[in-house]
C-alpha cells in the first residue's frame, strides 16, 4: 500500500537522471530513504526519484520541497545532515545549497557561459561543403523539441538527409514514446526511430543521439541541425534557406549564442 499522504509535509525530489546516477544518486536515494526512517520521518517525508532535473552541473541534484530549496552536489556525507535539518534548523548544509526561492543568485558548482559565435568550428560536410558548427547538449529534452520544432511547427522549406533515405523533402510528423522520437513522412511512407536518450555508455543502438551540432555554410545561405551518433556518424540532418525564422529560435532557445 502507498504511502498515507495525509500525514505528508515535506516531499523530497531526488534527480536519478544520466549525470546524477554517474555520481552514485542511486546510493543516495537509499541512503535518504534509510536516514528518514531511523529519524522517524519516514511517514511525514515523501520521496521521489525523478529523470533529470536539468542541473546537470551540479549534480547530484536534490530538492526539498517544505523548504523550497535546491541542494547541489549531494554525497552519502551529507544525506544525515540534509535529514537533520528537517527536524534542527540549526543544521548547517549551506555549501551545497543551489537555489533557494527568493535568492537573487543560483550557487552553482559550475558556472556555464553562455556561447559565442566565436565558438562555431569550422569543417567539411560530405553533402554540404564546408559548414561552420556549434555544438548543442543532446539531451532528451532538447532532442525532442528540436525534432518537433523543426518538423512540425516550421516545416516550411526543411530538407531531411539520412543515410537511409537520402535527401527528402516535404512535411513530417513526429511522435514521442518512451525514450524514442518516431519521425513519419506520410506521403513517401518512411518511417524513422530515433533513440533520444542520453546514456552516451551504451551503442547498441544504432539510431541513438550523442551529438547535435547547429551549423550553417559558408555565407550562411544554408542553416540546419546534425543529429549525430558514435558509431553511424551523422544519423539525420535538417537543413534549411536562411529566413524562416528557424534559426534565431534555436540560438536562443538550444545554444543560447551571444553575439
Ligand atoms: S541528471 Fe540530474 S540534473 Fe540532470
Known amino acids: 500500500m502507498g504511502k498515507d499522504l495525509t500525514k505528508v509535509n515535506n516531499t523530497i525530489f531526488i534527480c536519478n537522471g544520466g549525470s546524477c546516477k554517474k555520481q552514485a544518486a542511486e546510493d543516495n536515494v537509499r541512503e535518504l530513504r534509510c536516514a528518514l526512517k531511523m529519524a522517524g520521518l ?31 552536489k549531494m554525497t552519502l556525507d551529507t544525506i544525515d545532515a540534509l535529514v ?34 566565436g565558438e562555431f568550428q569550422w569543417q567539411d560536410d560530405p553533402s554540404l561543403g564546408r559548414i561552420k558548427a556549434i555544438q548543442i547538449y543532446p539531451w532528451e529534452f532538447n532532442i525532442y523539441p528540436l525534432l518537433k520544432e523543426c518538423f512540425t511547427q516550421r516545416w516550411e522549406g526543411l530538407s531531411l538527409f539520412t543515410k537511409a533515405y537520402g535527401v527528402v523533402e516535404g512535411k513530417f510528423l513526429v511522435e514521442y514514446q518512451q525514450g524514442k522520437a518516431f519521425i513519419h513522412h506520410p506521403a513517401k511512407d518512411i518511417s ?68
Open 192 to 259: 524513422l526511430e530515433i533513440i533520444m536518450k542520453a546514456d552516451r555508455e551504451s551503442k547498441e543502438f544504432p539510431n541513438k543521439i550523442s551529438g547535435i551540432k547547429l551549423f550553417h555554410t559558408e555565407g550562411e545561405k544554408q542553416l540546419g541541425l546534425h543529429f549525430s551518433n558514435p558509431k553511424d556518424g551523422v544519423i539525420l540532418k535538417v537543413y534549411w534557406e536562411k529566413g524562416n525564422g528557424l534559426w534565431e529560435h534555436l540560438v536562443n532557445n538550444y545554444a543560447k549564442i551571444s553575439s
Open 42 to 72: 519516514h511517514e511525514t517525508t515523501h520521496t521521489i526519484k525523478t529523470l533529470c532535473m536539468g542541473q546537470c552541473e551540479n549534480a547530484p541534484v536534490m530538492f526539498v520541497e517544505s523548504s523550497n530549496t535546491w541542494y547541489k
Open 84 to 117: 537533520s535539518l528537517q527536524v534542527n534548523p540549526d543544521i548547517s548544509l549551506q555549501s551545497n545549497e543551489l537555489f533557494k526561492r527568493g535568492w537573487e543568485r543560483m550557487q552553482p558548482a559550475k558556472v556555464l557561459t553562455p556561447k559565442t559565435s
